[in-house]
């Protein structure tokens, strides 16, 4: 059984530009979250994605996007890159939009 | 918004001693989720709880759902070096979409 797995591992961009993180769910895994977690605090909830569809949003501007693809895979869009935006980026693997959620080891991103 | 408390923000204990740690929150979850986190990895499920007064072990860890569904409890017991990471509440609500974190409970054990 393959866990989720995220790329990339580490990510430096600069203020304004654009930037792409890639997941990929645990084998039999429908359903993908996104979570933004700041040094020293929990997990903070960005959207989840169940079938290729939104199912949820957390207090998030609209510059965060997403995407699942028919292979449950995710990609997590952010634009306008701000300072405030470098955090460790989780995604969350689930069957059937339960809470039992298996996470990544995170994409960690850097705006200068 | 929802917001969950994690107590204590962290605590420093001698290898075997108990280790208890609690979540409140402001709204009602119908799901209780325990996780830890190692430095470089993503949190790790450890219980879930998912009836009120439910009280479920893991090993050495057990879990508790609070009978008011505002609360929960974890407890470690005869705690070793391994045990060392932080600890996440989160609260959820079935197809929901989220579950709502607490900033953790940091545990490191002395040998």
């Known amino acids: 059984e393959t866990g989720v797995t995220q790329s990339p591992t580490h990510l430096i961009k600069t203020r304004g530009q654009q930037v792409t993180l890639r997941c990929s769910s645990q084998?039999?895994?429908?359903?993908v979250s996104w979570y933004q977690q700041a040094l020293g605090q929990g997990p903070q909830f960005i959207f989840q994605?169940?079938?290729?569809?939104?199912?949820g949003r957390g207090n998030f501007p609209p510059r965060f996007s997403g995407l699942q693809f028919p292979n449950y895979s995710s990609e997590l869009n952010v634009n306008a890159l701000e300072l405030d935006d470098s955090a460790l980026y989780l995604c969350?693997?689930?069957?059937?939009?339960?809470?039992?959620?298996?996470f990544g080891p995170g994409t960690r991103l850097t705006v200068l | 918004g929802q917001q969950l408390n994690q107590s204590p923000q962290s605590m420093f204990i001698q290898e075997g001693e108990d280790v208890s740690m609690n979540c409140t929150s402001s709204?009602?979850?119908?799901?209780w989720l325990w996780y830890k986190q190692d430095p470089g990895e993503g949190p790790v499920l450890l219980i879930a709880?998912?009836?009120?007064?439910e009280l479920t072990s893991n090993g050495r860890l057990t879990a508790q759902f609070g009978i008011t569904r505002k609360d929960s409890f974890l407890n470690i017991s005869a705690s070793i070096p391994s045990d060392v990471g932080i600890y996440f509440c989160?609260?959820?609500?079935?197809?929901?979409?989220?579950?709502?974190f607490g900033d953790g409970t940091t545990l490191t054990v002395k040998p």
């Open positions: 989160a609260g959820g609500n079935t197809n929901a979409g989220k579950s709502t």
């Open positions: 969350a693997s689930s069957t059937d939009r339960g809470n039992e959620q298996f």
């Open positions: 994605y169940y079938r290729e569809e939104e199912n």
């Open positions: 084998s039999g895994h429908n359903t």
């Open positions: 709880l998912y009836k009120a007064g």
């Open positions: 709204s009602i979850f119908n799901t």
